[in-house]
């Protein structure tokens, strides 16, 4: 009798064994899929969000860097007081119009950002302390101009190849 019982339990067994791990494995396989596929939306809608993040930011390095915000501030007859003033407003009002970027980049490119314009606003600085205030603009402009050149490690440059190698990274 025992091993009646035996026989028909037995394979009963087997076959609810077989069918949990069956279910478990669909399960799981399914689970996975769903995951990739909402990874995959994801990546869909934040991956133009971070593109245009990095052109932003490559832009505002652009805009920072001395040749070209000095091109776009500067006017005749500026006094060299009156341009250092108008640089470091134009590249603050750059910084903050790009602030929110930060979000969709690496800290450590954000970080090599944020380095530049503080470097670029240093060099300013260091510049027209050189200079006396009621110089003309194009004594200042010159003096950034020179010693930005003559910088080993030049910081907007670095900011941008940085950018470009982590967008790389993306495609």
């Not at 009963?12 to 995959?40: D, H, P």
């Not at 920072?64 to 500067?74: A, G, L, M, W």
């Not at 602030?99 to 503080?118: F, G, I, P």
């Amino acid at each position: 009798m025992f091993s009646e019982i035996l026989k028909i339990t037995l394979p009963a067994l087997f076959v609810f064994l077989a069918g949990y791990l069956a279910l478990r494995a669909m399960i799981k396989n399914e689970t996975r899929r769903q995951k990739s596929e909402l990874m995959f939306n994801s990546m869909k809608i934040s991956l133009p969000i971070r593109l245009q993040a990095y052109e932003r930011l490559t832009l505002l390095m652009e805009r920072i860097s001395p040749e070209s915000v000095i091109i776009r501030v500067n006017q005749n007859g500026m006094l060299a007081s009156d341009l250092q003033s108008a640089l470091l407003s134009n590249i603050r009002a750059e910084w903050e119009h790009n602030l929110s970027q930060q979000l969709y980049v690496s800290n450590e490119a954000w970080e090599l950002v944020k380095n530049a314009k503080e470097n670029i606003i240093k060099l300013i600085n260091i510049c027209a302390d050189k200079v006396a205030p009621n110089d003309s603009g194009y004594d200042l402009s010159r003096k950034i101009l020179e010693l930005y050149a003559e910088l080993e490690i030049n910081p907007t440059a670095l900011a941008i190849d940085f950018l470009k190698k982590e967008i790389k990274e993306f495609l």
